[in-house]
């Protein structure tokens, strides 16, 4: 007899999900499923704000896959890929090809640029152990040129572009690494400036002012220079150029200003909107009722037609919606229609700080950075159980 194969792209959120759910609901040799993925390890995105930062460990933030799936069910493959095609069930890796009967994208997302010039050249991102690595080195490497070139100021102006909840997250971070880093090098703390640029009316624009306000305040407490309602315009060698005409010279620039779907799944043909696809109610892509797509390369509408922004949280709940739906169409049963359920958002402002609504109820200061680190502990708890708890917790 022949099974069906369901072939699962990306180990992020969403994708790991989805395969630890499969392995727990299909019965022996219901399904073929096989997970691919760039890395042998899963890496929590909501952690890399940290280990860009230098503030905490990069191998805090990942996991090794085979530690998560049961490889008697789900077969993982090593390997990146490089071309989705859906209608003849297969997809060609960079080093091979694999077809399936049903597909799950879970690729996640990649930074949106938005056509500003030089921003994919001069600008680092927070997107992947390797560039939160890199980020991490070419800061701490600012510092040590500085020592050498001293009327090089622009080595000590760190830029962080969008004042969303990756930038917010990381300049906190960056705020509490430089004073550290100011004595390792011997540097004047006063010499060094961290800015923080938002092309809206405020940081983190459309959150609940009170707590952008107080976001705000904390990060200006530790250093961090605000530049709103100012957009970068250009992104150079040596720094960016704002909407007003106003030059930042640095030689560090961290765009956190928006991602998009990945690129792949656009290059397939989807309908996609930045990227994203539009789903259906069971996550499927459109006249593709083979093809699942889920995280941040999936479009999932809420109240009033208006887009769910990508998060883990949204990524995570897909993924057990996603495996039940597949169980489904193996066994021939009726899919059940996806729900968000948002429990909220908690947001960290550097050591000891945070701002959040959980369940509809505002956090702010020790309380919500207590809460972050619940949020966390449950994600690990869910896909490791106790012994992955615990191991991160010694780490
Ligand atoms: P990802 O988690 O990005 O996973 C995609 C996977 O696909 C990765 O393993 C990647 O290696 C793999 N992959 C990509 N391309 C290929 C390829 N070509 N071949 C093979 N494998 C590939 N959301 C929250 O809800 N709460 C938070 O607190 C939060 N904090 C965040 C903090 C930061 C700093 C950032 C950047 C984001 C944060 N987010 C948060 C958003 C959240 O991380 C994303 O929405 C989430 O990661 C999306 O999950 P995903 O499964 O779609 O993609
Ligand atoms: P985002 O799109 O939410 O924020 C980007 C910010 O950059 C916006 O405030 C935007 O106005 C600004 N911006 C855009 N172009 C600009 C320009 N040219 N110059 C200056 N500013 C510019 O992106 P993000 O912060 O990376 O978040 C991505 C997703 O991940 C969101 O859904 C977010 O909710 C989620 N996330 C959640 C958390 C959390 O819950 N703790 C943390 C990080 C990210």
């Given at each position: 007899i022949t099974v069906p194969k369901i072939v699962i792209l990306g180990a992020g959120y969403g994708g790991i999900m989805t395969a630890i759910k499969l392995q727990k609901e299909l019965g022996y040799n219901e399904a073929n499923v096989t997970l691919v993925n760039k890395h042998d390890y899963h890496y929590m995105t909501t952690h890399l704000h940290m280990p860009a930062a230098g503030t905490g460990n990069a191998d805090q933030a990942r996991v090794s896959i085979t530690r998560l799936i049961d490889e008697f069910k789900i077969d993982f493959v090593k390997s990146t890929v490089v071309q989705i095609k859906a209608n003849e069930r297969k997809i060609i890796l960079e080093d091979g090809s694999l077809s399936f009967d049903y597909l799950v994208v879970a690729l996640g997302g990649e930074a949106e640029t938005f056509g500003i010039p030089g921003l994919q050249q001069h600008s680092l991102r927070i997107r992947s152990i390797n560039s939160v690595r890199f980020i991490r080195e070419h800061i701490r490497y600012q510092f040590a040129r500085y020592k050498l070139e001293p009327e090089r100021s622009d080595y000590l102006t760190f830029v962080v572009g969008g004042a969303g909840f990756t930038g917010i997250e990381f300049a906190g971070e960056l705020?509490?690494?430089?004073?550290?880093?100011?004595?390792?090098?011997?540097?004047?703390?006063?010499?060094?400036?961290?800015?923080?640029?938002?092309?809206?009316?405020?940081?983190?624009?459309?959150?609940?002012?009170?707590?952008?306000?107080?976001?705000?305040?904390?990060?200006?407490?530790k250093g961090v220079t605000f530049k709103i309602g100012t957009a970068i315009r250009e992104c150079r060698a040596d720094g960016v150029v704002l909407a007003d005409g106003e030059t930042v010279k640095s030689a560090t620039v961290i765009w956190t200003g928006g991602i998009r779907g990945n690129r792949l799944v656009e290059q397939a043909g989807f309908e996609t909107v930045r990227g994203r696809v539009k789903v259906d109610a069971f996550l499927r892509a459109q006249e593709k009722e083979h093809v699942y797509v889920v995280g941040d390369c999936s479009l999932v509408t809420g109240p009033q037609d208006k887009p769910y922004p990508p998060t883990a949280q949204l990524a995570i709940q897909?993924?057990?919606?996603?495996?039940?739906?597949?169980?489904?169409?193996?066994?021939?049963?009726?899919?059940?229609?996806?729900?968000?359920?948002?429990?909220?958002?908690?947001?960290?402002?550097?050591?000891?700080?945070?701002?959040?609504?959980?369940?509809?109820?505002?956090?702010?200061?020790?309380?919500?950075?207590?809460?972050?680190?619940?949020?966390?502990?449950?994600?690990?708890?869910a896909i490791g159980g106790i012994p992955l708890v615990l191991r991160k917790m010694r780490l």
């Amino acid at each position: 007899i022949t099974v069906p194969k369901i072939v699962i792209l990306g180990a992020g959120y969403g994708g790991i999900m989805t395969a630890i759910k499969l392995q727990k609901e299909l019965g022996y040799n219901e399904a073929n499923v096989t997970l691919v993925n760039k890395h042998d390890y899963h890496y929590m995105t909501t952690h890399l704000h940290m280990p860009a930062a230098g503030t905490g460990n990069a191998d805090q933030a990942r996991v090794s896959i085979t530690r998560l799936i049961d490889e008697f069910k789900i077969d993982f493959v090593k390997s990146t890929v490089v071309q989705i095609k859906a209608n003849e069930r297969k997809i060609i890796l960079e080093d091979g090809s694999l077809s399936f009967d049903y597909l799950v994208v879970a690729l996640g997302g990649e930074a949106e640029t938005f056509g500003i010039p030089g921003l994919q050249q001069h600008s680092l991102r927070i997107r992947s152990i390797n560039s939160v690595r890199f980020i991490r080195e070419h800061i701490r490497y600012q510092f040590a040129r500085y020592k050498l070139e001293p009327e090089r100021s622009d080595y000590l102006t760190f830029v962080v572009g969008g004042a969303g909840f990756t930038g917010i997250e990381f300049a906190g971070e960056l705020a509490d690494r430089i004073p550290k880093l100011c004595k390792q090098f011997d540097v004047d703390p006063k010499l060094v400036k961290l800015v923080l640029i938002e092309a809206g009316p405020t940081a983190l624009p459309g959150f609940a002012p009170e707590l952008a306000d107080y976001a705000m305040k904390v990060l200006a407490h530790k250093g961090v220079t605000f530049k709103i309602g100012t957009a970068i315009r250009e992104c150079r060698a040596d720094g960016v150029v704002l909407a007003d005409g106003e030059t930042v010279k640095s030689a560090t620039v961290i765009w956190t200003g928006g991602i998009r779907g990945n690129r792949l799944v656009e290059q397939a043909g989807f309908e996609t909107v930045r990227g994203r696809v539009k789903v259906d109610a069971f996550l499927r892509a459109q006249e593709k009722e083979h093809v699942y797509v889920v995280g941040d390369c999936s479009l999932v509408t809420g109240p009033q037609d208006k887009p769910y922004p990508p998060t883990a949280q949204l990524a995570i709940q897909q993924g057990a919606a996603c495996a039940f739906n597949l169980v489904a169409a193996i066994r021939g049963e009726a899919p059940r229609e996806f729900k968000f359920s948002g429990k909220g958002v908690v947001a960290s402002l550097g050591k000891g700080e945070a701002i959040g609504i959980v369940l509809g109820k505002t956090y702010k200061g020790g309380k919500a950075a207590v809460m972050k680190k619940l949020i966390d502990l449950r994600y690990l708890y869910a896909i490791g159980g106790i012994p992955l708890v615990l191991r991160k917790m010694r780490l």
